[in-house]
């Protein structure tokens, strides 16, 4: 096996989202029972201020630094939506708090091409989310983690490669309690190297079978299982702007990292999804919601961006946004797509017609793009009705109509007037052909009984006209040709 760790030294300052990156800004924390800076920005560094330095000794460096508390539950929150995005990488993920990830890449590195396509895509959308990250891949995932937190970026294909790598690392990086920690140091170790020296046994009697456990599956010499990450029935995410945004524009940055998130979620699960719900949430708690789509299940991320934008267009915000919410409540089954064969134009027609259709319908609105079926009723203003474009909305019916129809109907049957027994229209119509008759409706209280005809006016155009046989027998015009 071989497992990817995923460390990201820098997430207690990506998680508070800071709005200016040239500001002096620092997370605080307690360090030995007292407030110190956890963390701080290129800028904050650039003054002189370091990590464990007190508050007040960074203040009076830089009369401009911003310094807020570190906040766990986001960082959590942000941890575990990264765990979501990883899903279309690998099926095994396993959270590693509080700034890393796991995951087992060994079934993954033939799908993306190989091992460094693979890893070239994880920088890339980590960095397309605005994640510093060191990646390391090892045969153990705590040999993998380990060397990531250390600032090793490797690729580690076997044992021996990891042995040698992880023989350089100080023994204070190894997550062990401080009573090991000292014992170890008056042993006279200085780095991992010389404790793998050292024969089992005796250590064991020094530091107990705990360690050794715990050594050993650093090294691979035992198994090493690790809950995996198991992601939610549904998708319900939420983001919290650095700023109040007033504009849609600035919106599609934070609604893309949520629609990265939905897209892992949804290829882990071998699904895709027809319908997003956004929530926009102003600063008096007012929510704007609206609903993205989609004529056929969908999980690519493009694709659903570039619908998103269509929608955003559109939207007018009532009031400045501070966060963004996504929801999607049910899952469609969407297998992996294969590619094709020959060329890489056929069968593409239909699916960018497909696209085109969702793009008009998120722009215009989903009532102003809707497709037209045929209904079984003989009554032609019961013989079709509306539909989702390209779907079948009902019975799947095979319908033929009898004769010859037009193409625009009017809403509404229009009183003829006659002369002399014959309707006109601008003029005496003349009839085509043979009449067809039409009695339907009984079974459902709007029955009718008529005899239509095509006709034609004196200037040549033809209409569609019926006569009833029942009551006055008047005519009427229901559509053109």
């Not at 005796?202 to 995996?228: C, E, N």
Request: aromatic share 6%.
């Amino acid at each position: 096996m071989h497992w990817l760790a995923i460390h990201l030294p820098a997430l207690s300052l990506e998680a508070l989202a800071p709005t200016d990156a040239r500001a002096p800004l620092a997370v605080s924390d307690r360090v030995a029972g007292h407030p110190a800076i956890l963390l701080c920005n290129e800028a904050a560094a650039a003054a002189g201020i370091v990590p464990g330095m007190r508050i007040g000794a960074a203040r009076a460096l830089s009369g401009s630094l911003r310094v807020r508390r570190r906040d766990a539950g986001r960082e959590a929150h942000l941890l575990e939506g990264l765990a979501l995005w990883a899903g279309r990488f690998s099926s095994q993920i396993v959270l590693a708090p509080p700034r890393g990830l796991l995951l087992e890449m060994q079934g993954s590195k033939r799908l993306f091409g190989g091992t460094l396509p693979l890893l070239r895509q994880v920088r890339e959308g980590l960095n397309e989310m605005g994640h510093h990250a060191i990646l390391c891949m090892a045969p153990t995932p705590a040999g993998a983690l380990l060397l990531a937190e250390a600032g090793r970026q490797k690729m580690i294909r076997d044992l021996p490669g990891l042995h040698r790598h992880l023989a350089s690392l100080s023994l204070q990086q190894l997550p062990l309690p401080r009573e090991q920690q000292e014992a170890l140091q008056n042993m006279g170790m200085m780095c991992l190297g010389d404790l793998l020296q050292l024969p089992g046994p005796g250590l064991g009697r020094r530091l107990g079978r705990a360690f050794l456990d715990q050594l050993d599956r650093l090294l691979g010499r035992r198994p090493d299982p690790r809950p995996l990450f198991r992601p939610p029935a549904r998708f319900h995410r939420h983001l919290e702007l650095p700023a109040e945004v007033e504009s849609v524009a600035a919106l599609q940055f934070a609604a893309h990292r949520l629609i990265l998130q939905l897209s892992g979620f949804l290829t882990a699960r071998q699904a895709g999804t027809l319908q997003l719900e956004w929530r926009l949430v102003h600063p008096r708690g007012e929510v704007t919601r609206f609903r993205l789509g989609l004529l056929s299940p969908e999980r690519c991320p493009e694709r659903l961006q570039t619908l998103l934008q269509e929608r955003l267009e559109r939207l007018v915000l009532p009031a400045p946004v501070r966060e963004i919410g996504l929801t999607v409540e049910r899952l469609e089954p969407l297998a992996g797509r294969p590619g094709v064969l020959f060329d890489a134009r056929a069968g593409s027609e239909p699916e960018a017609g497909e696209q085109l259709l969702e793009r008009l319908r998120a722009r215009l609105g989903e009532q102003a793009v809707t497709g037209i079926r045929l209904v079984p009723d003989h009554r032609p203003e019961r013989a079709w009705c509306h539909c989702t474009p390209g779907r079948q909305a009902g019975m799947d019916v095979v319908w033929q109509l009898r004769g010859e129809r037009p193409l625009w109907l009017l809403p509404e049957p229009v009183p003829l007037e006659e002369q002399e027994g014959r309707p006109w229209w601008h003029g005496r119509l003349v009839l085509e052909g043979e009449r067809e008759r039409i009695e339907a409706g009984w079974w459902d209280g709007a029955p009718v009984a008529r005899d239509y005809f095509a006709a034609r006016t004196p200037a040549g155009g033809r209409l569609w006209l019926y006569r009833e046989l029942r009551g006055e027998r008047r005519w009427y015009l229901q559509g053109f040709y």
